[in-house]
C-alpha cells in the first residue's frame, strides 16, 4: 500500500512529466506543497529558462503564513545554484518552510547535494529517495548526460515483416502506418536532436520537423563524412538549425553548422562528445542501417523503438538492424503496425 509520502510525491512527478519536450536541457520537476493533508500549491518546471517547479507551487500558495508548517514535495532536489533563475533551495528557506521530501538528488556537479544541505543547514527536515525508481526513469535524459557524459539515445525505425528497412537501391518505400508517422513527431517534439546518416538525407530527403505534431522542434544532425550531400536538401533549406558531422573543413552558412571531426578517430563518440557540449541531452536517431547499427555495435544507444509491419513485404532491399542487443521490454498494436520498445540493460 502506498505510503503518504508516496501518495504526494506520485502527484509531483505526475505534474513533472507535464515538461516533457520543453524543458530541455534541464529536468522535468514537479512540486506539491501540502498542509494538514491538503494539497495548498503544486506546480512544475514548464520550460527552458521559465520558473521552476517550486517557484510555481510557491506562488500557487494562497495563504504564504502555512507554508512554514507544510511539507514540500519536489521530484530533485532543488537548485542550490544561480542560473536561469535564482537557487530554489533559498527560495524555500525565505518562506520558513521545515518539512521537504525529495526523489532524487541532482546528478548536476553545479548542484550535487548542495541544495540538500542548504534545507539541512537552515534546520529543514529532509527526506530523500521516496519514489527514487521512478523518478530516475522520468529524467533518465538528464542522469545519462551528467553521469555518463553524453545524450541519452533512442534509436527508431521502421521495417517489414520480412527484416528490411528500405528497398532496393535505397529507394524510399513507406512502411508503417499513419499512426506511427504521427507518434513519431511527438517522439521528435520530445527530444532536443534528431539524426540521420548520408544515405538517408540523401535518398529520403527528410525534413526533420514535427509537422504532424504541435511541439519544439528538434536540431538537425547529419553525418556526411566527405561533404557529398547536395545542398537542395531539405535539411540545408536554412528553416531550422543542422549541425553536419564531417572529416571535411567547410564554412558555415545560415542555419548549417559544420563541425569537422578527427579523420583517425571513431566518429561516433566524437559526435557524442560535441553534443555534450552543446547542452544536447537526447538524441532520436532515425537511420539509416549503418548508422543504426555502428551505434548498436559501440553501445552507444540506450531505448530502441521498431514498427514492424506485419502484413507488409520487400522480398529484398536493404537489411533492417538486427536485434540481438539489449531486451525486449514490450510490444504494442498501434494500427496496423507493433512497436517493439527495446532497451540497452
Known sequence: ?????????????????????????????????????????EGWHQKYGGP?????????V????????????????????????????????????????????DPNPLV??????????????????????????????FFTFHTQKRPYVFLKWAETADGFIAAANYRQEQISGRLAQRLVHKWRSEEQAIMVGSRTAL???????TRLWQGQQPL???????????????????????VVY?????????NVHFVQLEAGE?????????????NVLSVLVEGGTFLLESLLQENLWDEALVFKSPSKLLLAGVKAPGMSYGQLKSIQTLGPDQLLHYTRS
Open 203 to 209: 535518398y529520403d530527403n527528410p525534413r526533420l520537423n
Open 266 to 278: 571513431l566518429m561516433l563518440p566524437q559526435i557524442m562528445q560535441d553534443l555534450y557540449q552543446r
Open 220 to 242: 538537425r544532425l547529419v553525418i556526411d563524412k566527405q561533404l557529398l550531400l547536395p545542398p537542395h536538401l531539405h535539411l540545408f533549406d536554412g528553416s531550422w538549425p543542422t
Open 112 to 141: 550535487a547535494g548542495r541544495g540538500i544541505k542548504k534545507l539541512f543547514e537552515s534546520g529543514a527536515q529532509v527526506k530523500v529517495g521516496v519514489l527514487e525508481e521512478q523518478g530516475l526513469a522520468l529524467n533518465r535524459r
Open 62 to 105: 494562497e495563504d504564504k503564513s502555512l507554508l512554514p508548517k507544510s511539507r514540500v514535495y519536489v521530484t530533485l532536489e532543488p537548485c542550490s545554484h544561480y542560473g536561469k533563475t535564482p537557487p530554489c533551495a533559498d527560495l524555500l528557506i525565505s518562506h520558513g518552510v521545515k518539512d521537504v521530501v525529495i526523489c532524487n538528488t
Open 52 to 60: 521552476h517547479a517550486e517557484v510555481n507551487a510557491i506562488a500557487a
Open 246 to 254: 564531417t572529416h571535411q573543413k567547410q564554412q558555415d552558412r545560415e
Open 1 to 41: 500500500m502506498a505510503t503518504t509520502d508516496e501518495k504526494y510525491m506520485r502527484r509531483a512527478l505526475e505534474l513533472a512529466q507535464l515538461g516533457n519536450g520543453y524543458t530541455s536541457p534541464n529536468p522535468m520537476v514537479g512540486c506539491v506543497v501540502v498542509h494538514n493533508g491538503q494539497i495548498i500549491g
